[in-house]
T-cell receptor
């Protein structure tokens, strides 16, 4: 198993541009999570899905952020328009059930200039 | 609201020395407890988890953690540290009986001296 795959690994963009982060979870994992990691706030849960359905998006910072999971093997996190304060490392994680820890991807380091 | 405190931001130990990383949580009931490790430029890797039962939990890479209800703690230990253990360590809590909405501590960075 290749684990959770995220792309791109690094993204540099200018303020106002649209950014799309991608995630392929581990096959068979019904739960998918998007986290953001910053020095100031640590690791924060943005949104999670169960069987492709968004369950809790209370961590999404504002309407500029959106996430989709069109099928069991793919999810996107979109920021439109991006701002410098969105600069962070974004992690995707998947889990086979709600009681277990998650498998994390290597993350996408986003820099918004 | 549940919270996790890792009191030590940075710890330095010598290779071969023992290690204990502290984690305290605040929650209305006994939650699920986790320890993760993050190497530079990498995602988080699950070291071990506690759900119920034996309060001493064994994990990967020779790590163990002990749940102490009276102290609301879940400290991570390793008897002999290797240079490859240098990384950042995160404690996390999740609510029982509900969805897996983990709350993470701010992390403890471990430096290992040769």
């Amino acid at each position: 198993d290749a684990g959770v795959i995220q792309s791109p690994r690094h993204e540099v963009t200018e303020m106002g541009q649209e950014v799309t982060l991608r995630c392929k979870p581990i096959s068979g994992h019904d739960y998918l999570f998007w986290y953001r990691q910053t020095m100031m706030r640590g690791l924060e849960l943005l949104i999670y899905f169960n069987n492709n359905v968004p369950i809790d998006d209370s961590g999404m910072p504002e309407d500029r952020f959106s996430a989709k999971m069109p099928n069991a093997s793919f999810s996107t996190l979109k920021i439109q328009p991006s701002e410098p304060r969105d600069s962070a490392v974004y992690f995707c994680a998947s889990s086979p059930h709600p009681l277990g820890g998650s498998d994390f991807g290597a993350g996408t380091r986003l820099s918004v200039l | 609201a549940q919270s996790v405190t890792q009191p030590d931001i940075h710890i330095t130990v010598s290779e071969g020395a023992s290690l204990e990383l502290r984690c305290n949580y605040s929650y209305g009931a006994t939650p699920y407890l986790f320890w993760y490790v993050q190497s530079p430029g990498q995602g988080l890797q699950l070291l071990l988890k506690y759900f119920s039962g034996d309060t001493l939990v064994q994990g990967i890479k020779g790590f163990e953690a002990e749940f102490k209800r009276s102290q609301s703690s879940f400290n991570l230990r390793k008897p002999s540290v290797h240079w490859s253990d240098a990384a950042e360590y995160f404690c996390a809590v999740g609510p029982k009986g509900g969805s897996e909405k983990l709350v993470f501590g701010k992390g403890t960075k471990l430096t290992v001296n040769p």
